[in-house]
């Protein structure tokens, strides 16, 4: 075993480690206990820590200030673009069409069903074996009845990148909305929202070394809004209740951090992910990568291990002192692949013996040794019980 003083953490998707700049400064704020709302100086020094952060988070993705509101992540986020379709167009409307991606996270996906609910039409379009959005489907899905295109920048389970200025392009082409979850690619590729132009987008601060429960959603100047949370004129009535004050200053640290990051996940992160790919590849027989293609993040590596389970996998790394993910859908007993693998068309049976991989900027080359230490072995055992089991099943 690992020793497990030295725990591997190959989660980065999922969550990453707060930044110790990002605790220092949180630790700080605890002695700040104004209500940002409030007009007297204990609030007015809340407040304009409150103010600092949005700039920075604002400076990331080259925004103005007043385009940005925190909220309570990108769930949140992306909940509350979807309720402004919600809000302000009409299922028997001229504009009662919504296009999004096939691979988008749920946050995306079960708002988009609602709206269907509501007797909106969904579009959710197919990808190619990449993981990347075919634009000759966007071209037919979209018309003057869609109100919103919602594709996500950077995929979580496989990495993929879409190409955002030219969905963008289409989608303003037609007078639709563009929203863009950014929460994957934030940190990770240079995001410039200008260049890209989106009308929306969402961002989360635990993917950048910030706290969980935190994030912004972007809103162009002049595009339509509708607040999800009422009941407060906080955020210029954009989103109501009192703001979650140490969170916030913590993602305007991670923010400022993260500027820097993308040149640092292609120069060193990068390396190390394509080096845990190929001897993947070279000494493991019967995988498929699913992360693939060029248009991929610096840090995501998504592998199936055909015979082999991705939960035994993953809790046997585990055991190894190793933590990554499953890229199969198992929480809550439900056994369902991915639908991101099933929309790159990845073999069901395989897609249930699949993991991600996701490196964090403390990741080393002597980590890929380690994984390397322990997984061949673990995937022999994990298919030598499966054959068994097989046969035992087979001479029922
Ligand atoms: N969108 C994507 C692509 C994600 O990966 C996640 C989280 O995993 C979310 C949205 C949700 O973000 P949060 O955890 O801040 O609610």
């Not at 953490?9 to 940002?36: C, E, H, R, W």
């Not at 069409?97 to 995306?108: D, F």
């Not at 429960?213 to 100047?221: M, R, T």
């Not at 809550?332 to 490196?359: N, Y």
Request: net charge neutral; hydrophobic share 40%; aromatic share 4%.
């Amino acid at each position: 075993m690992n020793n497990m003083n030295k725990r591997i953490y190959l989660d980065n998707s999922a969550t990453t480690k707060l930044d110790d700049d990002v605790k220092a400064a949180m630790i700080q704020a605890l002695n700040v206990f104004g209500n940002p709302s409030s007009l007297h100086r204990e609030g007015r020094m809340a407040n304009n820590l409150i103010c600092e952060s949005r700039k920075n988070v604002a400076k990331l993705i080259n925004a103005q200030e007043n385009e940005v509101f925190f909220t309570s992540g990108g769930t949140e986020s992306n909940n509350t673009v979807f309720n402004i379709i919600l809000k302000s167009f009409k299922p028997d409307g001229d504009r009662n069409e919504i296009i999004v991606s096939s691979i988008e996270h749920p946050s995306v996906l079960e708002p988009a069903g609602q709206l269907a609910r509501q007797g909106f039409k969904v579009h959710y379009l197919p990808v190619n074996k990449e993981g990347i959005v075919k634009i000759d489907e966007l071209k037919s899905a979209i018309s003057h009845r869609t109100a919103l295109v919602s594709i996500m920048a950077a995929n979580n389970e496989i990495g993929s990148l879409q190409n955002i200025a030219e969905i963008t392009k289409i989608a303003h082409a037609n007078e639709a909305l563009m929203h863009t979850d950014a929460v994957q690619a934030i940190g990770k590729i240079p995001f410039d929202i200008k260049q890209l132009d989106v009308d929306y987008a969402s961002i989360s601060a635990h993917k950048i070394g910030g706290a969980k429960g935190v994030g912004a959603l972007f809103v162009k100047n002049n595009a339509i809004y509708s607040p999800l949370m009422l009941g407060g004129h906080q955020c210029g009535g954009r989103r109501a209740g009192t703001q979650n004050l140490i969170g916030i200053i913590g993602f305007g640290q991670a923010a400022k951090k993260a500027a820097t990051t993308p040149k640092i996940y292609l120069d060193k992160i990068k390396p190390i992910r394509d080096r845990l790919g190929n001897l993947i590849s070279a000494n493991i027989p019967n995988i498929v990568i699913n992360s693939r293609g060029e248009n991929i993040l610096p840090n995501i590596l998504n592998v199936s291990f055909a015979g082999a389970e991705g939960e035994s996998i993953l809790l046997k790394l585990d055991y190894a002192g190793i933590a990554v993910s499953t890229g199969s859908a198992c929480a809550s007993g439900d056994t369902k692949p991915s639908h991101i693998l099933m929309a790159i068309k990845a073999d069901p049976e395989l897609a249930h013996g699949s993991i991600r991989f996701s490196f964090g900027l403390e990741n080393t080359s002597q980590d890929v040794d380690t994984v390397m230490k322990y997984l061949p072995e673990i995937i022999k055992d994990l298919r030598e019980i499966s054959t068994i089991s097989s046969e035992v099943n087979n001479g029922r």
